[in-house]
Nanobody, 116 residues
Framework: QVQPVESGGGLVQAGGSLRLSCVASGSMYRIDDMGWYRQAPGKRRELVATITSSGDANYVDSVKGRFTISRDNAKKTVSLQMNSLKPEDTAVYYC??????????WGRGTQVTVSS
């Protein structure tokens, strides 16, 4: 069973930066799409960014120009560089991986808190 594990969350002031990482453990033939989602208190979980196996990235409008998603296929990792953070970016950030063509796995999340 594949289990993504996130790291890199924390408390930062508005305008600051954080880098989230997610590494997949377990047995798999290949990792397909990888992505980051977030859920703020009282809100639904939303997509932040995704990246395909060939490196094509997509972002939600609210983070375009501030966040960058990247992946290292050899290390089975996906990262999210977050710059110019805003208080509204405060949320639990989750890593999601699609693997072996049709299977999905979620990480348990990492807290990001941006103070004003």
């Amino acid at each position: 069973q594949v289990q993504p594990v996130e790291s890199g969350g924390g408390l930062v002031q508005a305008g600051g930066s954080l880098r989230l990482s997610c590494v997949a453990s377990g047995s798999m033939y290949r990792i397909d799409d990888m992505g980051w989602y977030r859920q703020a208190p009282g809100k639904r979980r939303e997509l932040v960014a995704t990246i395909t196996s060939s490196g094509d990235a997509n972002y939600v409008d609210s983070v375009k120009g501030r966040f960058t998603i990247s992946r290292d296929n050899a290390k089975k990792t996906v990262s999210l560089q977050m710059n110019s953070l805003k208080p509204e970016d405060t949320a639990v950030y989750y890593c999601k991986m699609k693997y072996d063509g049709y299977r999905y796995a979620w990480g348990r999340g990492t807290q990001v808190t941006v103070s004003s």
